[in-house]
């Protein structure tokens, strides 16, 4: 007997992988295929939404930056900002690299409208983003010097393999943590699962383009001698290697591993994704 006629033997589906994995399989493309189903105006707002709740843990993570002087306590409560996406609801532009991907691998959605999701939701994380932070430079201005502090930690880091492993692990870190959430049952594990993924994130200063953005966007506002040139600069090629990070680290393997499930689901898919059902 083969192992995987043992393994259909012992489990309770017919599918080439185990239970566990179909289930989350098929939640992923379920979910992926919804949120690439939204309409415009619920992709730009679910962005904007987006950008200032994570905006709401990089307000945590200066409050306890600018009391402790300590990266990684800071980063812990940088873990609010994404409690609050996952239990709001909305969209932040790294999260989309293995959701809406499965499911357009999958053909229950189009690349267009994949491209739609990951632009308005890019776009709107970094406006929603630069209002809120310009609300918290106006509340807290004695967090000025943190903000410089962080700012050119990131503007002035120059391009070099550093810099582009800190982006692929800042992408990878986000994207799995998509689908740790996506395998837990209840929502104590996925807010343990943000609340250690902020942990790394922001208390390693790993290299996010969102994130990061916001410290950049705040300390723009309070003054700082850094300027949009200065972050776009940055946000270039750390938006690069944080979509290969969560593509390639992340999202193919995934794939790979479901490959007979995708298979299967693009057997029974319309030829045109769009295609009513």
Known sequence: MSGDERRRQLGDNDAPVE??????????????????????????????????????GV?????????????L???????????????????????????????????EASL???????GGTLLMNLIGGWAFMWIVVQAFPQWTPELETAARHFVEAGFSWQ????????GSTI??????????DSDVAKMAVAVACGFLLAGLQLFHSILDSLLIFGAIH?????????WLG???YTLLFNILGGLLLVTSLRLLRNKELIRERRDDAPEDPDAAR
């Open 19 to 56: 239970e566990e994995i179909e289930e989350t399989f098929d939640r992923i493309v379920e979910e992926g295929a919804q949120r690439l189903a939204r309409s415009w105006t619920t992709v730009l707002v679910t962005g904007t939404f987006g950008g200032m709740e994570v905006g709401i």
């Open 59 to 71: 307000m945590a993570y200066l409050a306890v930056l600018h009391e402790t002087h300590n990266h």
């Open 73 to 107: 306590l800071a980063g812990l409560a940088f873990g609010i900002g994404l409690i609050a996406l996952l239990l709001a609801k909305s969209e932040l532009f790294t999260e989309g690299f293995l959701v809406p991907i499965a499911a357009v691998a999958s053909k």
């Open 112 to 118: 267009g409208q994949l491209a739609k999701l990951w």
């Open 163 to 170: 810099s582009v492993c800190l982006a692929v692990l800042g």
């Open 175 to 184: 994207t799995l943590m998509t689908r740790m959430q996506q395998g837990a």
């Open 222 to 230: 309070a003054g700082v001698q850094v300027d949009y040139l200065d």
């Open 234 to 236: 940055w946000f270039g």
